[in-house]
C-alpha cells in the first residue's frame, strides 16, 4: 500500500483517506532470526538490513 505522511505528521492512504497524526500508533515489529522472538528495533544494523532485504512468499492452500 502505497501511503504519504505530511509534514505534521498526519499519514495519507491511497484512497485519500487522512489518519491525523493523533490518531496514529507505532508498531512494534518482532521477528525471530536466530530461533526466539525479539522486536526487530533491538536489532544490530546488520540484522536490521537483513531483515529489510528479505523476501515475502504467500503460500496457497492446495486443492
Not at 6 to 29: A, H, Q, W, Y
Not at 46 to 52: N, S, Y
Request: with cysteine.
Amino acid at each position: 500500500m502505497a501511503e504519504k505522511v505530511l509534514n505534521e505528521g498526519d499519514l495519507i492512504l491511497e484512497d485519500g483517506t487522512v489518519i491525523p497524526k493523533e490518531m496514529r500508533t507505532r508498531c512494534e515489529i518482532w521477528s525471530r532470526p536466530v530461533g526466539y522472538l525479539r522486536p526487530v528495533q533491538h536489532w544490530n544494523n546488520g540484522k536490521r538490513e537483513e531483515f529489510r532485504e528479505r523476501k515475502r512468499f504467500k503460500v496457497e492452500d492446495s486443492k
